[in-house]
């Protein structure tokens, strides 16, 4: 699991591949700007898009979401990790760029 401030400085040097796992609608309201939405629930269909080589950061309101969905990717050879708790409500807290 990474916190918040570690996603923004790998975000910030272009070295992050960050998948949001909530439903579209919370996406499509606010997010950070070039993530994947991917739901929660779709994870285990959708994976094959996300490359292997990438460090992949998982993203969700709540760290179980996104703590479940990084051991699905993990468990299909993805190297990814959970963002701490609070995720994206951390990251807007933290004043850090979004996308509507």
């Known amino acids: 699991m990474i916190s918040i401030e570690t996603l923004f400085k790998k975000f ?32 285990l269909n959708a994976y094959k898009s996300i490359p292997e080589s990438e460090e992949v950061f998982v ?17 299909k050879r993805i190297n990814a990790q959970a963002v701490s708790p609070g995720g994206i409500k951390n990251w807007i807290n933290s004043g850090f760029p979004m996308a509507e």
């Open 12 to 43: 910030r040097e272009g070295n992050a591949l960050i998948v949001d796992v909530r439903d579209e609608n919370e996406f499509a309201m606010a997010h950070i700007p070039g993530s994947l939405n991917i739901p929660q629930s779709e994870i």
């Open 59 to 75: 993203v969700s309101d709540e760290s179980q979401a996104s703590i479940g969905a990084a051991l699905l990717l993990k468990l």
